[in-house]
């Protein structure tokens, strides 16, 4: 049964850093991509950021460039994101996904439908 389980949400003033995990289990670590998406109260479900272990791909999107960085520790089956210099708008339920064994490459905007497996989401709460 393919699982993930994201982590390291919590409370941060602007300007603050966060590093989410998403440990993956189920599944072989060697074919998968992991999605980072959020989602904030009465707003629409946003890709943030991708990777991809079929060609090393990574992705973010235009409004975390620069602040977030995605990466893996394969070794763990664990997906982290740091986000650094956090804003107010970044305040959102957090959530990993996957795509297993369908040699995908993160190369554009995340639509979630491509996605097969869902976490629970992270709260993430940013003051001002």
């Known amino acids: 049964e393919v699982q993930l389980v994201e982590s390291g949400g919590g409370l941060v003033q602007a300007g603050g850093s966060l590093r989410l995990s998403c440990a993956a289990s189920g599944f072989t670590f060697d074919d998968y991509a992991i999605g980072w998406f959020r989602q904030a109260p009465g707003k629409d479900r946003e890709g943030v950021s991708c990777i991809s272990s079929y060609d090393g791909s990574t992705y973010h999107a235009d409004s975390v460039k620069g602040r977030f960085t995605i990466s893996s520790d394969n070794a763990k089956n664990t997906v982290y994101l740091q986000m650094n210099s956090l804003k107010p708008e970044d305040t959102a339920v957090y959530y990993c996904?996957?795509?297993?064994?369908?040699?995908?490459?993160?190369?554009?905007?995340?639509?979630?439908?491509?996605?097969?497996?869902w976490g629970q989401g992270t709260q993430v709460a940013v003051s001002s």
């Open positions: 996904a996957t795509i297993i064994h369908q040699q995908y490459a993160c190369s554009g905007h995340l639509y979630a439908r491509r996605f097969d497996y």
